[in-house]
């Protein structure tokens, strides 16, 4: 018997390669039910980026990318193909940082993060032997990518559920990559609790926490990053807030510029 506060955190097994036009929710929803589960009010699913980027055709063949003449000036700083610094670019809008084997960039979404997200890890290489190079890019727009999905999961089960999709990001001041939420719909992904007391009757100042950035974290320690083919994470028993309409989704995690103390230090005091 699990007490009432438990989270459970179970792998969807047998996720099969996911192609550009797949019924994602409906294929997640047979293998739940080939897994004895059905989904109920209040889990969350949660969809590693790359299969709904691969859902959605977000994939790009470098032999059809022409580098620009500032890709090959990037290149070599950042250690990449010309032709992959470019489709990098392509997806920003602000280089923030190159050095050897670092690229930091914005992207079109807001996200601050290595290579615009784009990757070539887990995507298949049909015509690799011809020089073919495939990449996988970000959803143009995650948010709207999990407010579909939710719809389509109510069509399919009658379940109100919330969807969350991930990604890893390095940090800044901290080593390795951790989880975080690119896009999500039917949760509060960003919680202010400041007014609320804490045990003692503190009335808390500063207290701003990333769910969906939590949730997102602990969803990647079960879905690996290298051959573990577990894209899809149930989450259950989780007491998320549900958002009011519209449903800004994970937009609010995103750093606005003028609250970028790291990237635009003009405040910043010497101590």
């Known amino acids: 018997m699990t007490p009432d506060n438990s989270v459970q955190l179970i792998p969807v097994p047998g996720i099969p390669l996911i192609k550009p036009g797949d019924d994602l929710a409906e294929i997640i929803t047979q293998q739940l039910a080939a897994a004895n589960l059905t989904l109920q009010d209040g889990d969350v699913v949660a969809l590693a980026q790359k299969i709904v ?3 959605e055709g ?4 470098l032999r059809q990318v022409v580098a620009s003449e500032r ?6 700083l950042a250690d990449k193909d010309p032709r992959h610094v470019q489709v990098i670019l ?5 280089v923030i940082w190159v050095s050897p084997g670092i690229f930091v960039v914005e992207t079109h979404h807001g996200f601050v993060c290595a290579n615009a997200g784009v990757d070539r890890s887990n995507i298949e290489q049909p015509g690799a032997e011809e020089g073919d190079i495939w990449l996988a890019l970000l959803p143009k727009d995650p948010n709207q990518s999990a407010a579909t999905l939710k719809t389509r999961f109510k069509e399919l089960t009658g379940a109100n559920i919330a969807v969350l999709i991930n990604d890893t990001h390095g940090r800044p ?10 896009g999500t ?7 202010d609790e400041r007014g609320e007391r804490d045990m003692f009757g503190y009335t808390l100042q500063n207290t701003v926490v990333a769910t969906g950035d939590e949730l997102a974290g602990a969803a990647s320690l079960l879905m690996g990053q290298a051959a573990e083919a577990t894209p899809v994470v149930l989450i259950r028993g989780m007491r998320y807030r549900q958002p009011k309409q519209p ?4 937009a609010d995690l995103v750093r606005p510029p003028n609250k970028d103390v790291f990237r635009y230090p003009a405040n910043r005091k010497e101590f």
Do not use: C, W, Y
């Open 173 to 182: 001041f901290r080593m390795g990559g951790v989880g975080v939420a690119l």
């Open 90 to 94: 392509d997806e920003s809008r602000e």
């Open 71 to 76: 890709a090959h000036q990037i290149a070599p």
């Open 53 to 55: 980027s691969k859902n």
């Open 247 to 250: 449903d800004t989704g994970a």
């Open 58 to 61: 977000r994939l790009v063949n």
């Open 185 to 191: 719909a039917g949760l509060v992904a960003l919680v």
